[in-house]
């Protein structure tokens, strides 16, 4: 499976971005997917989970209540629409899809395939 994330860009505090993760097959609607993020100096952190079907979902506690994940499995489509940006949102932004049961979608290590990656820079 080939992930395509775009999206990001340059926004100020306070502000919306939603970035989007392509996927290559039509098989995308059987992986449970998920965003991760990447800061400068930083390990690989979970951002944002959803199963295959979209009835389970899980947040960051860092993200929670400012982001919402979903996916249109007809458009082969996970979505991330992330409110009230903060400057330690600034990351490269990744998607990636799973085969596993959503319990584990906050597990880096649980993901299958990977997307190259977005950037997200919210200014102060």
């Known amino acids: 499976v080939q992930l395509q994330a775009s999206g990001g860009g340059l926004v100020q505090a306070g502000g919306s971005l939603r970035l989007s993760c392509a996927a290559s097959?039509?098989?995308?609607?059987?992986?449970?997917m998920g965003w991760f993020r990447q800061a400068p100096g930083k390990e690989r952190e979970f951002v944002a989970g959803i199963s295959w079907s979209g009835g389970r979902t899980i947040y960051a506690d860092s993200v929670k209540g400012r982001f919402t994940i979903s996916r249109d499995n007809a458009k082969n489509t996970v979505y991330s629409q992330m409110n009230s940006l903060k400057p330690e949102d600034t990351a490269v932004y990744y998607c990636?899809?799973?085969?596993?049961?959503?319990?584990?979608?906050?597990?880096?290590?649980?993901?299958?395939?990977w997307g190259q990656g977005t950037q997200v820079t919210v200014s102060s």
């Open positions: 990636a899809a799973t085969d596993k049961v959503w319990t584990l979608l906050l597990r880096a290590d649980s993901y299958l395939y």
């Open positions: 097959e039509r098989t995308f609607s059987s992986y449970g």
